[in-house]
């Protein structure tokens, strides 16, 4: 089962309708969706499009300031935006994007309730990723989920949570067999696969091991057989 776009499952990341206090990222200015990068998945949606005409343009009465960073952002948003630089930045296209994005990505008014209207949606297997408490996992079994993935977002989401590796054992514990249990947060080599797998983790997701693997030797090096693959 796979809808259009290849995928064969719905993962609902919990921990993320609102971005966390990044240090690190404010202290660099770094927000790469602001430069309407790691969008694509957005851009690409006819939903999106249809909403990015509607409400992404300026809001009216606002003042404009052109400055040199403000100018530099526009120009990186023409770039990686998918066309021609030149047409992007005549058109403001990724402007608009960009605004449509930030005004849909964060809702923290989401609650347990909303995931029955997206199980209307979809026959997809559906997964929420950022459980850390055994009530939390019995109530994701309640609202007709078919999988939890324990997580704490590799610690970005919320400074100072407890570590994910502690709180699997009490989560498979719980909902031993009911669903599948997978882990997420702080996998950086094989040998932690193991630790979490010897835990009670019915399988692991990698974060930043397919970098690795795509930085070597790019779409090969993230394939399963491949001498570069952060799996092999």
């Not at 995928?7 to 602001?34: N, Q, S």
């Not at 851009?43 to 009465?61: H, R």
């Not at 606002?62 to 998918?82: H, V």
């Amino acid at each position: 089962m796979q809808n259009k776009c290849g995928c064969h499952a719905i993962v609902l990341t919990l921990d993320t309708t609102m971005l966390g206090w990044r240090t690190r990222d404010l202290d660099l200015a770094y927000l790469p969706f602001l430069r309407a990068r790691g969008i694509a998945q957005y851009t690409s949606d006819p939903v999106f499009n249809k909403l990015k005409e509607e409400y992404g343009d300026e809001e009216p009465g606002r003042e404009k300031q052109i400055t040199f960073s403000a100018i530099k952002s526009l120009i990186q948003m023409s770039w990686y935006y998918p066309g021609s630089t030149l047409k992007n930045l005549i058109s403001g296209e990724p402007m608009r994007a960009v605004r449509t994005f930030i005004k849909t990505y964060s809702r923290p008014s989401l609650t347990w309730n909303d995931l029955s209207f997206l199980r209307e949606l979809t026959d997809l297997p559906i997964l929420l990723k950022g459980i850390m408490h055994t009530a939390d996992a019995a109530k994701a079994i309640d609202c007709g989920m078919d999988g939890v993935i324990v997580s704490n977002h590799g610690g970005r989401q919320v400074d100072g949570a407890k570590a994910a590796i502690d709180a699997l054992p009490e989560i498979v514990d719980t909902i031993s067999g009911k669903v599948p249990v997978l882990f997420d947060s702080g996998i950086r080599s094989g040998s932690d696969i193991f630790k979490a797998l010897a835990l009670g983790a019915k399988g692991v997701l990698i974060g930043r091991p397919y970098v690795y693997g795509l930085r070597l030797a790019g779409k090969v090096g993230m394939r399963s057989d491949s001498k570069f693959s952060c799996r092999s």
